[in-house]
């Protein structure tokens, strides 16, 4: 007789509109440490260095989004493997990585998210605005 191994892979998403506000970033971090807090993830491996990096993530892309595209929506996945964050925007343009320069105040937000990311991309989405997506591993 033979036995089958399953493994149960946990995983969890949300979805959130954020206005087109200064407040949003804020708002979207404690969204975010608060739902990646809950017990079911810490189980799963993320520590308060996964949380803190993919708040700092969330702040960036969110405040990206609502300077140059409006309202956005963040979504945050998580499971055994990785933490997923997408922001949706209404932007006409394309956002672009700017070289990290030394004397530089502002355009340092997609680099540190590039960074920090395992994987990061910007596509176009249909009906306009982008996509911007970094995953994060566990």
């Known amino acids: 007789m033979r036995t089958h191994r399953r493994t149960h892979r946990r995983s969890a998403g949300v979805e959130y509109l954020l206005p087109d506000e200064a407040e949003s970033a804020g708002r979207a971090r404690k969204l975010t440490s608060e739902f990646l807090a ?11 260095e996964h949380i803190d990096d993919a708040t700092l993530i969330v702040s960036e892309l969110v405040t990206n989004a609502t300077r140059h595209g409006g309202s956005c929506r ?13 922001v949706y925007d209404g932007s006409t343009g394309r956002p672009g990585v700017r070289p990290l320069t030394t004397w530089g105040e502002s355009g340092r937000g997609l680099a540190m998210v590039r960074c920090l990311a395992q994987h990061f991309d910007i596509d176009p989405v249909d009906g306009g605005g982008n996509r911007v997506r970094a995953v994060l591993a566990l």
């Open 74 to 86: 963040l979504r945050l996945h998580v499971s055994d493997t990785q933490v997923t964050v997408e």
């Open 38 to 48: 809950r017990s079911d993830h810490r189980r799963a491996g993320l520590d308060a």
